[in-house]
């Protein structure tokens, strides 16, 4: 047992000040005012020096493992180090439930990725599916992501559904033209930033990817269908008019992933589903593709989430970054990374928010360097899993030069 002590509680409803927070077990057991909760020796007290008690936070789109299992096209890593490395980061920034979106895409001539290979896709999968039976630190999900025109990879993404590896199912489309791509000319810009390919090799390649062929609407409907029989959440990625809002509705959408604008943002919430933005657009000030700017709708209360997208630290420092620049409330702010995925995802029941009875995933969040926040303490399942100390230097050690 925890009892966590002097610390600002994040709820769904308030920030409590005042209150102790015990953990037994793996549940949030008893929330009380301060010296209520009655105790026995056997319980360990963490004091959290003034800082914020929240919810862990909970990440549906993030490729960072991409990055930790290939930091170089050249090079490919041990997956294993790289999942077990990469789960010791996302603990230091606060994620304790991450969505690892591995893209089920075909080669692209620009920007080639050997941890896309499909034989590499599928060893991380079932690496993520151990997890769940070893020892590990964060819930680890599968967020497939399926470029529409990776015909071959259909029967595979089936089974990996039917063997019940899949926890969240996005169908994406990157064909210059549309979408996340809509302008060519940021197109060209990211095409020479992976090479420096002439503007005729530029033009060619277009073409060839406005050519290819695609997954018939028949045959996404077809896994929509084997999805939802197996109660996967269906995200629709890079939303970009209302008609395709309502292609992607039409066969159990639930959730759009990087609306391209702020009106197609609302027309996603008008219709019922659910929002998210990259919480690096935060950071940046907009968006690196020249789409919607995530700070500018989260204030027009047209974005539901923030995910890391490819930087895990961004969660945190948004959130604080969006209730310092513009005022926005703290509580609200938390949603964001905390109960909104949860309930997008169906697992609000049991972790998300702070409430007796749920699972305890919870953080304590403290300040340095006077407005910097940091992760201090975290807590999955109700254990404690990282506690970091900042230390002050009680003593200047200074060199000598003989």
């Given at each position: 047992?925890?009892?966590?002590?002097?610390?600002?509680?994040?709820?769904?409803?308030?920030?409590?000040?005042?209150?102790?927070?015990?953990?037994?077990?793996?549940?949030?057991?008893?929330?009380?005012?301060?010296?209520?909760?009655d105790v026995d020796e056997n319980v360990e007290v963490i004091d959290a020096a003034g800082g914020?008690?929240?919810?862990?936070?909970?990440?549906?789109?993030?490729?960072?493992?991409?990055?930790?299992?290939?930091?170089?096209?050249?090079?490919?890593?041990?997956?294993?180090?790289?999942?077990?490395?990469?789960?010791?980061?996302?603990?230091?920034?606060?994620?304790?439930?991450?969505?690892?979106?591995?893209?089920?895409?075909?080669?692209?001539?620009?920007?080639?990725?050997?941890?896309?290979?499909?034989?590499?896709v599928r060893k991380f999968i079932n690496l993520i599916d151990e997890t769940h039976r070893t020892k590990h630190l964060?819930?680890?999900?599968?967020?497939?992501?399926?470029?529409?025109?990776?015909?071959?990879?259909?029967?595979n993404l089936k089974s990996y559904i039917t063997e019940q590896k899949v926890h969240l199912i996005s169908f994406m489309d990157h064909t210059p033209g549309q979408g996340q791509y809509r302008n060519l000319e940021i197109y060209r810009k990211t095409v020479k930033g992976y090479n420096d390919f002439s503007d005729e090799e530029i033009d060619r390649i277009i073409v060839d990817h406005q050519n290819k062929e695609k997954v018939t609407i028949e045959k996404i409907r077809e896994l929509a269908e084997l999805a939802k029989e197996h109660g996967i959440a269906i995200a629709s990625h890079d939303d970009d008019s209302i008609e395709k809002l309502e292609l992607v509705q039409s066969f159990g959408t639930t959730i759009s992933e990087f609306p391209i604008t702020i009106e197609i943002a609302k027309k996603a919430k008008e219709n019922g589903m659910v929002t998210i933005a990259g919480a690096p657009n935060v950071l940046l000030g907009g968006s690196h593709s020249g789409n919607l700017s995530a700070a500018e709708a989260i204030q027009q209360k047209c974005i539901d989430i923030l995910c890391s997208d490819y930087y895990p630290?961004?969660?945190?420092?948004?959130?604080?970054?969006?209730?310092?620049?513009?005022?926005?409330?703290l509580v609200e702010l938390f949603k964001l990374v905390s109960i909104n995925p949860a309930k997008a995802v169906n697992m609000d029941e049991e972790i998300g928010s702070i409430r007796e009875g749920k699972k305890a995933d919870l953080l304590i969040l403290e300040k340095i360097d006077q407005d910097f926040p940091v992760v201090t303490a975290v807590f999955v399942d109700g254990e404690l899993i990282q506690k970091t100390d900042y230390r002050i230097s009680k003593q200047v050690i200074s060199c000598k030069t003989y």
């Open positions: 047992m925890y009892l966590i002590t002097n610390g600002r509680i994040i709820t769904e409803e308030a920030i409590f000040d005042g209150f102790d927070l015990l953990i037994k077990g793996d549940k949030i057991h008893q929330i009380a005012f301060k010296g209520e909760i914020y008690i929240s919810p862990g936070f909970i990440d549906l789109h993030s490729d960072y493992i991409e990055h930790m299992a290939a930091p170089r096209p050249t090079s490919l890593m041990d997956f294993h180090l790289g999942l077990r490395e990469t789960e010791k980061e996302l603990i230091a920034h606060g994620i304790t439930t991450m969505y690892h979106s591995l893209s089920l895409l075909k080669s692209t001539e620009y920007s080639y990725k050997p941890i896309r290979e499909p034989e590499n964060v819930r680890h999900r599968f967020h497939a992501r399926f470029e529409i025109d990776n015909i071959e990879e259909i029967d630290a961004a969660l945190l420092h948004a959130v604080f970054e969006m209730n310092k620049k513009y005022q926005m409330d």
